[in-house]
Each structure stands twice: as structure tokens, then as C-alpha cells.
């Protein structure tokens, strides 16, 4: 059965489990190349498409727009719209790592600080020595970016020919660089990953399972990075307050 792809605040989602995702990349992998965007749907990113029309371009035109948060599917619920489940890109993330590895494919993961992104590749290149993973930092700085940086990318992505390429530089930066880079990426399927290979290369540690079970990622991570708080505790109250008011009508997002 095709499910349909429904839309809270103007965002789309496609309601589907962990496994129908999966399913959806092979069959991608199986047809003619072509540039693929992913991107993750949670209650902050919603409320940062809101003001900012760029973003919600490239959220209209995703490929598969997928679940990460609890808050996304409990607002759904509020509007009597239904989500089967999370698909948390944390989680989705090693899962397309041992996909790509079983399958002997080619993958690029571009960070944003640290050697992340090639300890990472250092360590499926080991476990599937037959397929292909290269790993490297982006940018000093992802709001000043130079030629010489700009011309490493394109040339490793260009040499490489990669079925995947992950990005790590935060939302709604590493959406709109993907999308932005999207001729040079044209046979790739792409996927903007956040903080997901602070958790793959253990530079951060992963919550308890009960708090993923509570969808409570969100809290574990505040209290870890308390950086954070100002703006989760500006967004989170937004976008509850938004989904209340769509749900007594009314609702449009504004325009950048």
C-alpha cells in the first residue's frame, strides 16, 4: 500500500517505519542514479522553516522527509493526522553505513569540526574492507567558506562517484549546502545527519534506552549540551503553541 505523504505546519512528512524506509533507499540504489535528498523532520527544524523560506523549499522538494522526534508525531496526532513511528536519523545512519557496506557501495561523509567523519570511515572501511568510505572535514568555518575548501569537496566527491553522502554541519545548514551542491551530488543519495556522528564515533555518549523509548532524546542532549537550551527553549513552546493554533485554524506560515 502507498502511504501518503501528509504535511503539519507546511512541512511534509512521509509516515513510514524504519523498515519502509529502508526498502524505499534499495529500491533507490537499484534504479538509474540520481540526486536523492532525505531530511529529517522534528519540532525545531518545523519551526525554523517557518520564517525561513529557503528551507521549507527544500523541505517541499525532499525525496523522503522522515520522522526525528516525538514532539513531530504527537503534534501530528493533535491534528488528527497519524505517524507510525520515529525514524530517527541517529539510528538511520548506521543502518545505511551497513547497507552501503553489504552492498560494496561508495560513501562520503563530510563533518564540521574534528576528524569525526574519518574516524568513522576508518572504522566501516575495516569492517567492509570491499566497499568504499571516505571521510573528512568541510569547513574551518561552514559561514565562510573558501575556494580551496569548496574545490577539496568537489574533487573527492567528483573522484569518488558516491552512492551516499552524509553531511554534519546542523540544520538547516547541511539542507540547504546539500541542496545548493545538488549538481555536483546528481547521483548521490543524500542525507543531512546533525550531531549523528558525534554518537557513531563515540565522541558523545547515547542516551539510555528508556529515554529513547520515552522519545526524550531531546531532553538528554539539553542537559549534555546546555548550549542548546536557549534555543530549544524558544522553539519547542513555538512549535506546540503553532500546533494549536493550526489546530483551531488559522495557521500560515510567514513569509522570509
Known amino acids: 500500500m502507498i502511504k501518503q505523504r501528509i504535511s503539519l505546519l507546511q512541512v ?6 524504519m523498515e519502509e524506509v529502508l526498502e524505499k533507499i534499495k ?24 520564517q525561513n523560506s ?5 523541505y517541499a522538494h525532499a525525496d523522503l522527509a522522515l520522522t526525528d522526534g516525538i514532539g513531530v508525531i504527537l503534534g501530528a496526532k493533535l491534528l488528527g493526522k497519524y505517524i507510525p513511528e520515529r525514524v530517527s536519523g541517529s539510528v538511520l545512519l548506521p543502518r545505511l553505513l551497513d547497507l552501503a557496506g553489504h552492498m560494496s557501495l561508495r560513501v562520503v561523509l563530510i563533518g564540521s569540526q574534528a ?15 570491499e566497499a568504499t568510505f571516505i571521510g573528512m ?28 553522502v552524509f553531511v554534519a554541519f546542523g540544520s538547516p545548514t547541511q539542507e540547504l549546502w546539500i541542496n545548493t551542491h545538488k ?5 548521490s543519495i543524500c542525507m543531512g545527519v546533525g550531531g549523528s ?3 557513531l564515533s563515540g565522541a558523545s555518549q547515547r542516551p539510555p534506552q528508556i529515554i529513547s523509548t520515552l522519545g526524550l532524546e531531546w531532553f538528554y542532549r539539553l542537559v549534555q549540551q546546555p548550549k542548546r537550551a536557549k534555543r530549544q527553549l524558544i522553539r ?21
Open 12 to 17: 511534509p512528512i512521509d509516515p513510514l517505519t
Open 27 to 50: 529500491i533507490y540504489l537499484s534504479s538509474l542514479p540520481k540526486f536523492t535528498h532525505i531530511m529529517s523532520v522534528n519540532p525545531e527544524n518545523i519551526v525554523i522553516a517557518q
Open 54 to 58: 529557503a528551507f521549507r523549499e527544500v
Open 115 to 129: 576528524d569525526l567523519a574519518d574516524k568513522i570511515a576508518r572504522c566501516y572501511s575495516r569492517s567492509y574492507p
Open 137 to 164: 572535514k568541510g569547513y574551518k568555518n561552514i559561514h565562510n567558506r573558501s575556494l580551496d575548501e569548496e574545490k577539496h569537496i568537489e574533487d573527492i566527491v567528483r573522484s569518488t562517484r558516491p552512492h551516499f
Open 183 to 187: 549538481s555536483l551530488l546528481h547521483t
Open 197 to 199: 556522528f558525534d554518537y
Open 236 to 256: 519547542l513552546p513555538l512549535f506546540l503553541a503553532l500546533i494549536l493554533k493550526q489546530r483551531i485554524g488559522g495557521y500560515n506560515a510567514s513569509k522570509e
